[in-house]
């Protein structure tokens, strides 16, 4: 049994088919989040969930207010949150369609809002040598294996967003040892951290990231070819993991 677990989940929120029982406009310190804090519903249990770029997706990755996104949930008493991200494929062998679970991350982003401390609160140096909570992302991945789909590991590059990452950087990231890349899992994943919620990702590739496709083949088409079919595979996870939590706890 696992602790029941929020969502915080990007492009492709409304392919995830995930029915919205309420929405419950929320206020914190830090303003308002990306949207109101819904309950959907995942098979037979209902869970919290935030929409990342807001319902209408109209914040870019940089505007995204993560402060206000996580205190929300903190607030309900939240202690493990689950972070569905579209992300390029690096990495050989890593394929548009493929889910991962990334293990590590390095940070490309710059002057976003990253820590709740400061500015006449205390500082908080949390420890971010993992990034992502070890036993979330063994159920992640168990889930994802129940399911029957391939899984990887990894390192998630997070770049600033919103336009898409050049041959050359993308290179860079490949040389760093990124094995995907992605606009959002930071400052989220160290938000989560200095509030003790445990948190990991769920990433679905929906295209190979620049350079990396063959010749001819369109970054834009990949994504359309792609999404819809990894917001299914995410789906499929997602209420498997909810059955080990039962429809009452979440």
């Not at 677990?5 to 919205?20: D, N, R, W």
């Not at 369609?97 to 400061?118: E, H, K, M, N």
């Not at 200095?194 to 990991?200: R, V, W």
Request: hydrophobic share 45%; net charge neutral.
């Amino acid at each position: 049994m696992i602790d029941p677990f929020a969502l915080i989940v990007g492009s492709g929120f409304e392919q995830l088919g995930l029915k919205v029982l309420t929405r419950s406009p929320t206020k914190t310190p830090y303003g308002e989040p990306s949207s109101a804090v819904l309950t959907v519903k995942i098979g037979a249990a209902r869970c919290a969930c935030i929409v990342r770029h807001g319902e209408g997706h109209t914040l870019a990755p940089h505007e995204i207010n993560y402060r206000a996104n996580l205190w929300a949930l903190h607030q309900r008493g939240v202690r493990a949150c689950i972070g569905v991200n579209t992300v390029g494929a690096i990495a050989a062998g890593f394929v548009p369609g493929d889910l991962a679970v990334p293990d590590q991350l390095i940070d490309y982003t710059s002057g976003r809002a990253a820590t709740f401390g400061g500015a006449g609160t205390p500082v908080v140096h949390v420890d971010f040598t993992e990034p992502f909570a070890p036993l979330l992302r063994g159920h992640l991945a168990a889930a994802s294996a129940d399911c029957g789909f391939r899984v990887r590991g990894g390192v998630y590059g997070v770049t600033q967003g919103p336009r898409l990452e050049t041959a050359a950087e993308i290179d860079r990231l490949a040389r760093d040892g990124c094995a995907m890349v992605g606009m959002t899992a930071m400052p989220e994943a160290a938000l989560a951290r200095e509030l003790g919620i445990d948190y990991a990702i769920c990433a679905v590739a929906v295209n190979r990231a620049a350079g990396c496709a063959p010749d001819g083949v369109l970054i834009a088409g990949q994504i359309e070819r792609f999404a819809g079919l990894g917001m299914q595979k995410v789906a499929a996870v997602l209420a498997r993991l909810a059955s080990r939590v039962g429809p009452d706890a979440m």
